[in-house]
């Protein structure tokens, strides 16, 4: 029979509760990375319609570097330069892209990478396709990095330490102390990338994420996101001028790529100037923070940032409770292995705009009846 080992691992996943299948938005939002509802603004609907009357392009007919390189791209690069106080910035149509390009071109055979052992798919992804050697390290330890990097000079490791992490978890919304892995970085003259994409527009000064007063170093990279809390979709990879033109020439996830569309670019340049421009948005959010503080940790859930992980544990159990949440109006989603590591499936809920503190109370009330 044609396909029948994918039919086999499908009744697999489906045996063990771990089958993924695409459910239809519906429910109050407790799960979208809308963080600020800028998807919905009325600055950003007036943004696209006044690029679209203007004359830019829906698509841009090829990769960067063939003809689809426009103007609205550079525009947007020199933009988030500015707001994140660095020296270029580049443009990708996705953080999962950003990192593929990133992680697979810059470090080089002889290098090693040290990540976080939590850090997202797509670091993995551009590991693997990379040349340089990687270390997991125990997740939100520093010191578990620096040693790693002093273990690994020991034994004759001679090229560049490269360490990648994130600002803010997604799955276990706890925030990392960039200050600490600074530190480390300049001490063991190491390449930092921080994906700061579910910190952006939220986190540090003026929205500009957990590494904001890291930015423009020569060692530091960080990875922006427009496609969660700024409402729109892209990323930009914010650094050295060296790295933009080493990527331009050699990563093949941007080389071969069809560019992002410039009406994508022109949106998100009004993203950056929302944030910059309505500070009220990330309080109303905090305070939002503060209100699960109240409501959900007396539930077991860790509230640290906007993203609230209440862990079940047991797949199937986690998806039960998701299913009475849901059912109770709430739009709340499971979250199992390999996402998260086994035993720890959860709820996932994310805090956004859409919602005020009413809501977070009632779903409280309503995990205090389902919650085995």
């Known amino acids: 029979m044609q396909l029948a080992a994918q039919r086999a691992h499908l009744a697999q996943l489906a045996d063990a509760g771990r089958l993924r299948t695409l459910a239809p938005r519906t429910g109050v939002d407790l799960s979208s990375n809308d963080y600020l509802a800028l998807s919905t603004s009325p600055r950003l609907i007036a943004a696209a319609q006044a690029a679209l009357a203007r004359g830019v392009a829906l698509g841009s007919g090829g990769s960067r570097l063939l003809r689809g390189n426009d103007a609205e791209h550079e525009a947007l690069e020199e933009e988030a330069a500015r707001f994140f106080g660095c020296e270029t910035a580049l443009f990708f149509g996705s953080g999962y892209a950003a990192n593929t390009a990133l992680l697979s071109s810059l470090p080089q055979a002889g290098d090693l990478i040290v990540h976080d052992a939590l ?26 990095v620096d040693d790693a990097i002093a273990a690994w000079r020991a034994r004759g490791g001679t090229g560049t330490p490269w360490i990648a992490v994130e600002s803010l978890y997604s799955m276990d919304g706890d925030l990392t102390d960039v200050a600490a892995l600074a530190a480390v970085a300049e001490r ?20 500009r994420g957990m590494a904001a007063a890291l930015h423009g170093r ?54 950056l100037r929302i944030v910059a421009d309505e500070p009220a948005r990330r309080a109303r959010l905090h305070a939002l923070i503060d209100a699960a503080r109240r409501h959900l940790a007396p539930l077991g859930a860790r509230v640290e940032s906007q993203v609230v992980p209440l ?5 199937r159990a986690a998806m039960q409770v998701a299913a009475a949440v849901q059912a109770a109006g709430f739009d709340v989603r499971g979250i199992r ?21 009413a ?9 205090r009846e389902v919650l085995p």
Do not use: Y
Not at 311 to 315: A, N, R, T
């Open 311 to 315: 862990v079940i544990g047991q797949d």
């Open 359 to 367: 809501e977070i109370a009632a779903l409280a009330t309503v995990l």
């Open 188 to 207: 063991r003259e190491a390449m930092l990338i921080i994906d700061e994409a579910h910190a952006t527009g939220v986190w540090g000064a003026n929205g």
């Open 119 to 144: 850090v997202h798919a797509s670091m993995h992804d551009g590991m693997r396709l990379g040349r340089a050697e990687c270390v997991a390290a125990t997740h939100g330890n520093a010191q578990a």
């Open 337 to 357: 292995p390999p996402t998260v590591p086994p035993g720890t499936a959860r709820l996932r809920i994310a805090l956004t705009l859409h919602v005020g503190e």
């Open 218 to 271: 020569p060692n530091v990279l960080t990875l922006n996101t427009f496609g969660k809390a700024l409402g729109c979709e892209g990323a930009v990879l914010c650094g050295p001028a060296i790295v933009r033109d080493f990527l331009v020439a050699r990563a093949r996830p941007f080389i071969f790529s069809t560019a992002p569309a410039p009406l994508a670019a022109a949106v998100a340049r009004e993203s």
